[in-house]
């Protein structure tokens, strides 16, 4: 089992930054490709970004790319989303994943944590 807690969310004017992050405890953090998720209200969960095991390869939704960047520190078993030049659009509850494999479908993952609000607005 692994246990994910994210933290950081809030409230911010569109154009500010947001630095969420999501600590892992259970199996060893750098066994696992990590991953975030959004999903605003009424809507489906979407892909955001996730990071290799070693935090060598990244891949993100082309509809935060060049705004957000994923990463993660594998000494503390916390992977980071710094999210820039926020959008209302991007306002939803921002979840963590892992996965044993670096993925970008949901289906794919594992375990979750409880997610954490981002509201942004105009």
């Given at each position: 089992q692994v246990q994910l807690v994210e933290s950081g969310g809030g409230l911010v004017q569109?154009?500010?930054s947001l630095r969420l992050s999501c600590a892992a405890s259970g199996r060893t953090f750098v066994g696992y490709a990590m991953g975030w998720f959004r999903q605003a209200s009424g809507k489906e969960r979407e892909f955001v970004?996730?990071?290799?095991?070693?935090?060598?390869?990244?891949?993100?939704?082309d509809s935060v790319k060049g705004?957000?960047?994923i990463s993660r520190d594998n000494a503390k078993n916390?992977?980071?989303?710094?999210m820039n030049s926020l959008e209302p659009e991007d306002t939803a509850v921002y979840f963590c994943a892992a996965s044993g494999i670096f993925e970008r479908l949901s289906a794919k993952y594992d375990y979750?944590?409880?997610g954490?609000?981002?509201?942004v607005s105009s």
């Open positions: 569109a154009g500010g970004a996730a990071i290799s095991k070693s935090g060598r390869r990244t891949y993100y939704a705004r957000f960047t916390t992977v980071y989303l710094q979750w944590g409880q954490t609000q981002v509201t």
